[in-house]
């Protein structure tokens, strides 16, 4: 696993959440926005259809190897 810089999360990537609510939980990138504040938020969609945000810092993407 490796973390990807924010700027280069795209829809599809699946990723990991290492900080925050969700931390622990992995799933597939699906929107990504950006906040008035500057911040980047992605919704995570896992494997049994629970969808949920959190912040782009706060998630690692899986290498494709």
Sequence with gaps: MSIKKTEELKDGDHCEVINGT???????????????????????????GVRFKTLGKNVATMKDE
């Design 22 to 48: 969700h931390k622990g939980k992995s799933g597939t990138v699906k929107d990504i926005n950006t906040s008035k504040t500057g911040h980047i938020t992605i919704t995570v969609v896992q494997k049994d």
